[in-house]
């Protein structure tokens, strides 16, 4: 089992950037792909990215390819997701999440933990 626990939100102007964290304790980090996933207000929760076990191979979605990078430190147990040129339209609260799985998926209910979230607004 793993916790995860998520850090670096906040209110930004559109443009602007924010350094999500995800910490991470109990079992092996390195066991776990890792993905990043966000839900507005309304709207389903939806797959950002993710990254493999030890980050060799990294999947974006559209929306936020060419503007946010998935990376990990697997010694420091913590992942992370720089967001650039942000949007009023990335305004959500943003997950963390792991699995088992040997290749992370895009559904969030291919994953087995998850963060409480960590909140990012984008003003217009």
């Known amino acids: 089992q793993v916790q995860l626990e998520e850090s670096g939100g906040g209110l930004v102007q559109a443009g602007g950037s924010l350094r999500l964290s995800c910490a991470a304790s109990g079992r092996t980090f390195s066991s776990y792909a890792m993905g990043w996933f966000r839900q507005a207000p309304g709207k389903e929760r939806e797959f950002v990215t993710a990254?493999?076990?030890?980050?060799?191979?990294?999947y974006y979605a559209d929306s936020v390819k060419g503007r946010f990078a998935i990376s990990r430190d697997n010694p420091k147990n913590t992942m992370y997701l720089q967001m650039n040129g942000l949007k009023p339209e990335d305004t959500a609260v943003y997950y963390c999440?792991?699995?088992?799985?040997?290749?992370?998926?895009?559904?969030?209910?291919?994953?087995?933990?998850w963060g409480q979230g960590t909140q990012v607004t984008v003003s217009s």
């Open positions: 990254i493999s076990r030890i980050g060799l191979r990294t």
């Open positions: 999440a792991a699995t088992s799985r040997p290749t992370p998926g895009v559904g969030f209910d291919e994953y087995n933990y």
